[in-house]
């Protein structure tokens, strides 16, 4: 069974830095786009970060310079470096990745990292 597992959520204050991890685990051939998104109460999921498996980036506007992905393929496992936190960052942080089982891909989703930043 394949798992997304995620740590490093908190409250921090504004300005302040968290860093999220998210592990991979389970049987699968390989795993294609990795990503952060996040869904504040009231809004909709958004997509904060993504990293392909050649390492294409794309960031959200509003955390571009703030915000780094990374990725660890030996490790399966991406980060979220969050710098310059903002109280408008608040929200539930969720790890997603795509996963390749032997000629199929399958969506799969972190159970979510609650972030909140304190004005």
């Known amino acids: 069974q394949v798992q997304l597992v995620e740590s490093g959520g908190g409250l921090v204050q504004s300005g302040g830095s968290l860093r999220l991890s998210c592990a991979a685990s389970?049987?699968?051939?390989?795993?294609?786009?990795m990503a952060w998104y996040r869904q504040a109460p009231g809004n909709q999921r958004e997509l904060v970060a993504s990293?392909?498996?050649?390492?294409?980036?794309t960031y959200l506007e509003s955390v571009k310079g703030r915000f780094t992905i990374s990725r660890v393929y030996s490790k399966n496992m991406i980060y979220l470096q969050m710098n310059s936190l903002k109280p408008e960052d608040t929200a539930v942080y969720y790890c997603y990745a795509q996963i390749r089982i032997e000629f199929s891909a399958y969506n799969y989703w972190g159970q979510g990292a609650q972030v909140t930043v304190s004005s």
């Open positions: 990293i392909t498996d050649e390492d294409a980036i």
């Open positions: 389970g049987r699968f051939s390989s795993i294609g786009d």
